[in-house]
């Protein structure tokens, strides 16, 4: 299912590795994206798994990963496939300083 969002996005899939993954590039910004269905891997403190649920309505059995590239662009670039994703799927974008968006929320692409 996330292979087949990656390429419909104009990404790139990578298959037969350890982890499959993607990748997203667009001028020089990129995006690598991963699904990580073991929780106790993304690193979510059970406080934080609380809030995701109560959110969400719901039990958190996975996330999808998105590492942004070193370049300008990279973080508007990731903002843009994560709200495409809740589009599709629902859910909720962490933005690992400590905030939670859901879909329709107004979200920051500032590179600063």
């Known amino acids: 299912m996330l292979a087949d969002f990656v390429r419909?996005?104009?990404?790139?899939?990578?298959?037969?590795q350890d982890v499959e993954s993607g990748a997203f590039e667009q001028d020089n910004a990129a995006v690598y994206i991963t699904a990580n269905t073991e929780l106790s891997k993304?690193?979510?403190?059970?406080?934080?798994?609380?809030?995701l649920r109560d959110m969400?309505?719901?039990?958190?059995?996975?996330?999808?990963?998105?590492?942004?590239?070193?370049?300008?662009?990279s973080l508007a670039l990731a903002w843009k496939i994560a709200q495409r994703m809740i589009d599709v799927w629902g859910g909720?974008?962490?933005?690992?300083?400590?905030?939670?968006?859901?879909?329709?929320?107004?979200?920051?692409?500032?590179e600063g």
């Open 42 to 51: 993304a690193g979510y403190e059970d406080t934080e798994l609380v809030i």
């Open 8 to 16: 419909s996005s104009r990404g790139h899939w990578f298959e037969g």
């Open 56 to 73: 969400l309505n719901a039990e958190v059995l996975s996330c999808i990963e998105l590492d942004l590239g070193h370049d300008k662009g």
């Open 92 to 110: 909720v974008i962490d933005d690992c300083r400590g905030k939670f968006w859901t879909a329709g929320s107004p979200v920051p692409v500032s």
